[in-house]
């Protein structure tokens, strides 16, 4: 068992002292007044003995709080954390449940990565987290390494279709409300749990991952019908080259939501991705398959702590350039030559392997992180870095991962030392220049 750290980047963020099991969330919204009333039960275990423990909530009130259905227990509320009081101690070990009822009117908090959480649209509602914005809309452990199963429940006025984090199951209409259900066993983040809702029709994706048991589906507004389907029209064969260089969809469901609003950015969240309006033409290919590249990486194959960010996004990010290849694009190294270049051009003053809270959205986190792996191809060969980056994504699927862990494993499948190879790339400053290209194989 890996130790628990405060995070550095997120630190009044988390409670060390346990880890949840299980979030079991029946969510009632209402669109038209932005009201949300919540009731989550929690499973977790003591990792030490529990006089009191925390939860993240930020912006809803909580109205009864229940320890194992005791009616006694005790809570107070600040306002960014939820102080839960047993009757008697939790003992190490001990498994026990928490039963939160609240309510109020959701909102994004204000954080220095900008507005995070729950944020309403024109007409309809979607969730960004990451990394710090689970909190507005249920009370949580917001911890990166405290992942969890998942039940979400959304009940929300009949016109509104509802998509969020897990396998889509019943649907129950009765009147003005329909209710949505949501499931899923794999290990959930808090950041990559998500609700979004609005007037959308579906289309199904044709996808057929590695199983054959995985949906597959896009929701649009009806006026974006054509423009969604043509911009996602490629999700099937960016799923099969994925599948080839990383190994099975490790996902259990895949639902890409067009929002009738613009975006700033696409939006990612477990085996989900969202899109805005404005994402719909030829030039956003990539970010399509930055989108749906991290159900590998960060969605399933999941950082403990954020100073790893370049796990998540330098790994994302150099999956644009593996399809971009695949689809008649630039090869992998004309790709990370141009990027190079463009990097060579901006400050140096950026450390990938913690590069701080302020600068780990920083795009040159993104394309550093991208030319690291181009780096170690080139050093250990076409065949190792293949067999590395797909060993990489099965021995962790659903794990936690340190950028220690992916250091020893290209050591030993190349079975070579690259230590100077990473300290350059992730423990200094200076951009290091690229060797030449290996000559390989025709996407090379």
């Known amino acids: 068992m890996r130790a628990r750290e405060r995070d550095r980047y997120a630190p009044q963020s988390g409670d060390l002292t346990y880890d949840v099991e299980s979030y079991d969330l029946d969510l009632r919204y209402r669109v038209r007044t932005n009201r949300l009333e919540g009731t989550a039960v929690i499973n977790a275990v003591a990792l030490v003995t529990l006089p009191s423990f925390a939860l993240d909530l930020v912006g809803l009130r909580a109205r009864s709080v229940r320890v194992d259905g005791d009616p006694g227990t005790r809570f107070t509320q600040g306002p ?5 009081r047993p009757r008697v101690p939790i003992e190490p070990g001990e498994r026990f449940s928490i039963e939160v009822a609240y309510a109020g009117t959701p909102r994004p908090r204000r954080s220095r990565w900008g507005s995070l959480g729950w944020e309403e649209l024109e007409d309809g509602v979607l969730v960004a987290s990451q990394p710090t914005g689970a909190p507005t809309w249920f009370p949580c452990n917001d911890r990166p390494d405290s992942r969890a199963a998942m039940r979400i429940t959304v009940t929300a006025d009949t016109p509104y279709v509802v998509a969020a984090t897990g396998r889509p199951g019943p649907v129950r209409r009765g009147g003005a409300t329909t209710t949505w259900t949501f499931e899923t066993d794999a290990p959930v983040a808090t950041y990559l749990a998500a609700v979004q809702i609005g007037r959308y029709e579906q289309s199904d994706l044709a996808c057929a ?12 507004p009806v006026s974006l019908r054509a423009p969604a389907r043509r911009a996602f029209a490629d999700i099937p064969r960016m799923v099969e080259v994925f599948e080839d260089a990383f190994g099975p969809y ?19 969240a477990q085996g989900m991705a969202v899109f805005g309006a404005n994402h719909l033409d030829a030039d956003s290919h990539r970010l399509v398959a ?9 969605n399933s194959v999941g950082i403990a702590h954020w100073h790893d960010i370049w796990l998540n996004e330098g790994f994302a990010c150099y999956a644009e350039w593996v399809w971009a290849a695949a689809s008649g694009g630039p090869s992998l190294a004309a790709s990370a030559d141009a990027h190079h270049a463009l990097l060579r051009a901006l400050p140096q003053d950026i450390v990938l392997g913690d590069p701080g809270p302020v600068l780990m959205f920083d795009d040159r986190v993104y394309k550093r992180g991208a030319l690291t792996l181009e780096a170690l191809r080139r050093t250990i060969g076409d065949d190792h870095f293949a067999h590395v980056m797909r060993q990489w994504c099965t021995a ?11 250091i020893a494993l290209a050591e030993e499948v190349s079975a070579r030392d690259l230590g100077v190879l990473f300290r350059a790339w992730l423990d200094a400053e200076p951009l290091p220049e690229l060797s030449a290209p290996p000559e390989a194989s025709p996407g090379a």
Not at 80 to 84: F, I, N
Not at 209 to 220: D, E, K, M, Q
């Open 80 to 84: 960014r954390t939820l102080r839960v």
């Open 209 to 220: 991952p590695a199983g054959g048991t995985v949906g597959a589906r896009l929701l649009h």
């Open 250 to 268: 490790p996902q259990d469901d895949l639902t890409i939501v067009v929002t009738p609003d613009d975006l700033e950015i696409p939006l990612e």
């Open 290 to 298: 930055h989108e749906l590249a991290h159900q590998w990486f960060g």
């Open 396 to 406: 962790h699927r659903h794990g936690l991962v340190t950028t220690s862990d992916f």
